[in-house]
């Protein structure tokens, strides 16, 4: 009975470590968007730049909470030179 009460207990902390590890992957998602955007994107002016069509699909996943788009803006980032932003 004791074990099943352990396992328990580690099972739940398991899953509160996990769900906190995803909220933290989700948050640096979205800070990887938000610098592709304000660095890479350039919607107007004398050499517009849309961005390309990989960096922008993952742009928008990490936005949507997707975080299947994280090594591609962070190539995209490290392309450019740009530092990234920190994690966790």
Known sequence: ???IRWTAAFALALSFA???HA???????QALAA???ANLV???GHN????TA??????????QGNVAGIPV????????????????
């Open 1 to 3: 009975m004791m074990t």
């Open 18 to 20: 996990a769900s906190a």
């Open 23 to 29: 909220a933290d992957d989700v948050a640096y998602c």
């Open 35 to 37: 610098k592709y955007q």
């Open 42 to 44: 350039k919607a107007s």
């Open 48 to 51: 517009p730049n849309p961005g």
């Open 54 to 63: 990989e960096g922008n699909v993952a742009a928008y996943q990490c936005t």
């Open 73 to 88: 803006l962070e190539r995209k980032l490290r392309d450019a030179k740009i530092d990234l932003p920190a994690r966790g």
